[in-house]
């Protein structure tokens, strides 16, 4: 039980464009996800915690008008990173959370923005 | 400031022998500690979730210890394995945020 997917699992983009990465809970009902971002030899890093039906909460210097988070449903959010550009690319993790017990990770998605 | 650091940042060991990874949290006011497993390019799996109230957790060749006053955390290895080759990551849980360390990677030689 509690496996999170994403999808895609990888996507290289140019420079411009907006991607969406989408996070699954397939076996509960998440009330809360995670996204985070994992740079070459970093930690993963929070950016932003989203609750089924209400805004996300941003981490400081994160910027919601570029990473737009979305969970529209208790087994879903999606992250669109808009504009890219080439710093943006990165490992994005997300995980869900049923009334912030233990988080489940999904496996990743990797973005390369040319 | 919450910060949680992982020594060594690599470690490379024969095949069999028993090793210990380190983290360390500034802030002692933690929900609970988790430690994982990421392999290249992958997500991560859970190795060990140890409470707050909790001294040590064991899962098969793994051990973890926590050790709240002191702020220090170690993950046990047992007769280590080639498979065990991966990064390990320590990430600590204040409120409903996990902080994580920058992982130890680890190898083990066949």
């Known amino acids: 039980g509690a496996v999170v997917s994403q999808h895609p699992s990888r996507v290289i983009c140019k420079s411009g464009t907006s991607v969406k990465i989408e996070c699954r809970s397939l076996?509960?009902?998440?009330?809360?996800m995670f996204w985070y971002r994992q740079f070459p030899k970093q930690s993963l890093m929070l950016m932003a915690t989203?609750?089924?039906?209400?805004?996300?909460?941003?981490e400081q210097g994160v910027e919601k008008d570029k990473f737009l988070i979305n969970h529209a449903s208790l087994t879903l959010s999606t992250l669109t990173v808009t504009s890219a550009h080439p710093e943006d690319s990165s490992f994005y993790i997300c995980s869900a959370t049923q009334r912030y017990n233990e988080q489940f990770f999904g496996p990743g998605t990797r973005l390369t923005v040319l | 400031k919450q910060e949680v650091t992982q020594i060594p940042a690599a470690l490379s060991v024969p095949e069999g022998e028993n090793l210990v990874l380190n983290c360390s949290f500034t802030d002692s006011a933690i929900y609970n500690l988790q430690w994982f497993r990421q392999d290249p390019g992958k997500g991560l799996t859970s190795l060990l979730l140890i409470q707050s109230s909790q001294r040590e957790q064991t899962s098969g060749r793994l051990n973890a210890s926590l050790d709240k006053s002191s702020g220090r955390s170690t993950l046990y290895i047992a007769a280590s394995q080639p498979g065990d080759s991966a990064t390990y990551l320590c990430a600590v849980e204040y409120g409903n945020k996990l902080v994580f360390g920058a992982g130890t990677i680890l190898r083990v030689k066949s």
């Open positions: 076996d509960f009902q998440a009330t809360t």
């Open positions: 989203s609750n089924e039906g209400s805004k996300a909460t941003y």
